[in-house]
């Protein structure tokens, strides 16, 4: 009922940049958070970067002053503006969102299927 679908991943060379996209879609009333976690090979999938439905964000230490997150409510969209991606930030990225689906139920959390980022050095 609720989907989240990602767009933007690829290759990037080191020092480039790349804009990675998340729209939410299906039965939604509201959305608290939105963000990114990624997840290396042979690693624990981390959070990047999220931003509160008023706006606040926190970033990983890793990407903090390289990466920009930031939310487009009229479209149920959130961004990931990816500066300067180093090789290390290789990893598939998977959009996250909390969503109320009515008045009346609860948040849940939703995940994307995830995109690939490759930073090529």
């Known amino acids: 009922q609720v989907q989240l679908a990602e767009s933007g991943g690829g290759l990037v060379q080191a020092g480039g940049s790349l804009r990675l996209s998340c729209a939410a879609s299906?039965?939604?009333?509201?959305?608290?958070?939105m963000g990114w976690y990624r997840q290396a090979p042979g690693r624990q999938r981390e959070l990047v970067a999220d931003?509160?439905?008023?706006?606040?964000?926190n970033y990983a230490s890793a990407v903090e002053g390289r990466f920009t997150i930031s939310r487009d409510d009229a479209n149920k969209m959130v961004h990931l503006q990816m500066n300067s991606p180093k090789p290390e930030d290789t990893a598939v990225y998977y959009c996250?969102?909390?969503?109320?689906?009515?008045?009346?139920?609860?948040?849940?959390?939703?995940w994307g299927k995830g995109t690939l980022v490759t930073v090529s050095s």
């Open positions: 299906g039965l939604i009333y509201s959305i608290n958070v």
């Open positions: 996250y969102a909390e969503i109320r689906s009515t008045v009346l139920s609860a948040s849940r959390d939703y």
């Open positions: 931003i509160t439905g008023g706006g606040r964000t």
